[in-house]
């Protein structure tokens, strides 16, 4: 029964946010459609049992427009793209969805997130309750791990199918970040610590592209895509300040970012269909990046 439930605070809020803006009348038609109802309009009473549900579940508001009795979800900053709300909406939808498409699995294929699997849990508590973690951490440019890491976790952030703990090392007395797939002997120490109160989570990585968090200077970055390679950014945009200027033969994204290893790469990935206009520096860092690359194959 409480999965049952479950799953139509799910469709309720997906249909709300597929149609943007919604009357009693079209949902009731979607309703109808729906796998869940037995062909019959939902009942009033129960429509606002499922929006209050859904919204203290997901976090969000299921508001009604006065003027045009339309439904919608008020987009504030917590239920906005990006944030933790609209990831576990979208994680949920698509769970419900591939739960119910046992029939065809074989037919489809997904990425995994092995980081999720053992250490998400552990490290979502010890930020939940202000504990310190302590772990062996074996990054990839090292043979042998480091011992004893502890951090004051401050935020997870997902990036490219694995998760990322950033925080206080209280060792070195400084912001790093580390990836948890790389972590083994994870423990939650039982002794707690007080978050500075001076570190703004969203400002530190606001102008960061991937988990790469630097104090560097924030550059104004112009990049050139052709029409093709503008369609695919303007669906996936490459960063939360990602704005456009179109011409005819292309499209010219403008960005507030500091430069990082991960940028670059990101910019390689696109191939010759994304090109660097500025920052010089950062044409540089791709330029350098391209040239190491060709003299691997003029010189094996």
Request: charged share 25%.
């Given at each position: 029964?409480?999965?049952?439930?479950?799953?139509?605070?799910?469709?309720l809020?997906?249909?709300?946010?597929?149609?943007?803006?919604?009357?009693?009348?079209?949902?009731?038609?979607?309703?109808?459609?729906?796998?869940?109802?037995?062909?019959r309009?939902?009942?009033?009473r129960?429509?606002?049992?499922?929006?209050?549900?859904?919204?203290?579940?997901?976090n969000?508001?299921?508001?009604c427009?006065?003027?045009t009795?339309?439904?919608?979800i008020?987009?504030?900053?917590?239920?906005?793209?990006g944030?933790?709300?609209?990831?576990?909406l979208?994680?949920?939808?698509?769970?419900d969805?591939l739960?119910n498409?046992?029939?065809?699995s074989?037919?489809?294929?997904?990425?995994?997130?092995?980081?999720?699997?053992?250490?998400?849990?552990?490290?979502?508590?010890?930020?939940?309750?202000?504990?310190?973690?302590?772990?062996?951490?074996?990054?990839y440019?090292?043979?042998?791990?480091?011992?004893?890491?502890?951090?004051?976790?401050?935020?997870?952030?997902?990036?490219?199918?694995?998760?990322y703990?950033?925080?206080?090392?209280t060792?070195?007395k400084?912001?790093?970040t580390?990836?948890?797939?790389?972590?083994?002997d994870?423990?939650?120490?039982?002794?707690?610590?007080?978050?500075?109160?001076?570190?703004d989570?969203?400002?530190?990585?606001?102008?960061?592209?991937?988990i790469?968090?630097?104090?560097?200077?924030v550059?104004?970055?112009?990049?050139?895509a052709?029409?093709?390679?503008?369609?695919?950014?303007?669906?996936?945009?490459?960063?939360?300040?990602?704005?456009?200027?179109?011409?005819?033969?292309?499209?010219?994204?403008?960005?507030?970012?500091r430069?990082?290893?991960?940028?670059?790469?990101?910019?390689?990935?696109?191939g010759?269909?994304?090109?660097?206009?500025?920052?010089a520096?950062?044409?540089?860092?791709?330029?350098?990046?391209?040239?190491?690359?060709?003299a691997?194959?003029?010189?094996?």
């Open positions: 029964m409480a999965r049952d439930l479950f799953n139509r605070y799910i469709w809020v997906d249909t709300i946010r597929r149609y943007g803006r919604i009357t009693r009348a079209e949902l009731d038609a979607c309703w109808c459609r729906s796998s869940l109802s037995d062909g309009p939902m009942p009033r129960t429509f606002h049992n499922y929006r209050a549900g859904a919204e203290e579940m997901f969000i508001e299921i508001k427009d006065p003027s009795f339309e439904y919608y008020d987009n504030d900053a917590e239920a906005g793209k944030s933790v709300t609209d990831w576990l979208n994680s949920a939808v698509t769970n969805v739960t498409s046992r029939d065809v074989a037919k489809i294929f997904i990425e995994d997130v092995p980081s999720a699997r053992e250490h998400l849990a552990p490290v979502i508590e010890a930020l939940r309750q202000n504990h310190p973690i302590k772990f062996s951490y074996s990054p440019t090292r043979s042998q791990p480091s011992k004893g890491v502890t951090v004051e976790p401050y935020f997870l952030k997902l990036f490219r199918q694995r998760w703990v950033t925080g206080r090392h060792g070195q400084r912001i790093k580390y990836a948890l797939d790389r972590m083994s994870l423990q939650i120490l039982s002794d707690t610590f007080v978050p500075d109160q001076a570190f989570a969203r400002e530190y990585s606001r102008h960061a592209f991937g790469i968090f630097t104090d560097g200077p550059h104004d970055v112009a990049l050139f052709d029409t093709r390679q503008a369609k695919y950014l303007r669906a996936l945009p490459l960063h939360p300040s990602q704005t456009e200027e179109t011409g005819d033969n292309g499209s010219i994204f403008h960005y507030r970012m430069l990082s290893a991960d940028l670059v790469e990101e910019i390689l990935s696109h010759p269909r994304l090109r660097v206009l500025a920052p520096e950062l044409r540089a860092m791709v330029s350098d990046e391209l040239r190491a690359a060709l691997g194959y003029e010189n094996p």
